[in-house]
């Protein structure tokens, strides 16, 4: 009896360990694919790499826009959960070179998403259209 008492306690303290290791399921890191402008000939796309929690922007037209995604990420601000963002990244010319951009606030686990958009400066005016909105990823 005391050897079956002994055994039950540890297999239920080998449970409790491993249960207290094991992260969530859903804390795995996830990538956002790259996800296009809504032109009719996509002048933009950007992207999550969850690897190394980068975010990517090309400019991939000749045609006097550049593109920009406003990263955001699930956090909390005056005690309630909301889309927060850290900032943009922009690639302002077709030179088949992409830019990318860490953020700093952006810890592993948490939730992002962003926008990205074509944007330019037309007779002193800012004009940013085409916008879509990503996918959910996690860092």
Same mark, same amino acid.
């Given at each position: ?28 890191? =996830?990538?956002?694919?790259?996800? #296009?402008?809504? !032109?009719?000939?996509? @002048?933009?796309?950007?992207? &999550? ?46 030179? =088949?070179?992409?830019?990318?951009? #860490?953020?700093? !606030?952006?810890?592993? @686990?948490?939730?992002?998403? &962003? ?25």
């Amino acid at each position: 009896m005391k050897r079956r008492s002994m055994a039950v306690a540890a297999a239920v303290l080998g449970l409790s360990a491993t249960l207290m290791t094991a992260g969530p399921a859903s804390a795995a890191a =996830k990538s956002i694919p790259w996800t #296009k402008t809504t !032109d009719s000939s996509p @002048g933009g796309r950007a992207q &999550f790499n969850a690897n190394n929690n980068y975010f990517g922007v090309c400019d991939i037209e000749s045609d006097g826009w550049d593109v920009f995604a406003r990263v955001y990420y699930l956090g909390y601000r005056y005690g309630e959960k909301q889309w927060l963002s850290p900032g943009v990244v922009q690639d302002t010319k077709n030179d =088949k070179h992409c830019h990318s951009k #860490k953020f700093g !606030d952006i810890r592993n @686990g948490t939730q992002v998403k &962003f926008v990205v958009c074509l944007h330019k400066i037309k007779s002193g005016q800012e004009v940013i259209k085409y916008c879509r909105t990503s996918r959910k990823g996690k860092a």
